[in-house]
């Protein structure tokens, strides 16, 4: 039986075995320490709410951030001597950090879909990712992707031991 613990543990055996993401985290947003310049990048779960489904399954609707830190670019040569050319101009890395962080979650969906374990992960509907800038009170950005898990969940009748005098007949006594 999948449980919350083992859902977000889960996670973050997933997203630390990609090497685009340093720090998994879960919980609130607002709890992590965004100064703090080694945590990054990060990957972020969300649960938003979690819906039983004929007592056989757990689907988990979840937000899985992955983000990373903005950063200034500086101008360090004229480019007369620099042979790779970008066709964008900007003043910062987000183009970066969104196709980074675009990039690391498409692989972690791919692997929840193809390869962990299907029988016990299953995301049942599109993934949704949208980009993010500055969110948050600080200069972070990335994207955001929006999916429901399925999981199986078969729980025990008999967890919770009630007399037949106590259950007055609504649930059958557990031998």
């Known amino acids: 039986m999948q449980t919350y613990y083992s859902f977000v543990q889960f996670f973050n055996s997933v997203c630390?075995?990609?090497p685009n993401i340093t720090t998994f985290t879960t919980g609130d947003i607002d709890d992590i320490d965004t100064a703090k310049q080694s945590l990054y990048p990060i990957a972020h779960l969300i649960v938003e709410n979690t819906t039983m489904a004929q007592?056989?399954?757990?689907t988990y609707n979840v937000n899985l951030l992955v983000m990373d830190r903005i950063a200034n670019i500086t101008q360090d040569s004229s480019g007369r001597f620099n042979s790779i050319l970008k066709n964008y101009k900007g003043v910062t890395n987000i183009l970066d950090v969104w196709n980074t962080s675009q990039a690391t979650l498409g692989d972690i969906v791919i692997y929840i879909?193809?390869?962990?374990?299907?029988?016990?992960?299953?995301?049942?509907?599109d993934v949704v990712m949208t980009p993010f800038q500055q969110r948050f009170d600080n200069a972070l950005a990335g994207f955001a992707a929006t999916m429901n898990i399925t999981v199986p969940y078969n729980p025990s009748n008999c967890l919770i031991q009630i007399s037949d005098v106590q259950a007055a007949g609504g649930i059958n006594a557990c031998n």
């Open 113 to 125: 879909m193809n390869n962990a374990q299907s029988y016990q992960y299953t995301i049942d509907t």
């Open 55 to 58: 007592f056989s399954a757990m």
């Open 16 to 18: 630390l075995a990609h």
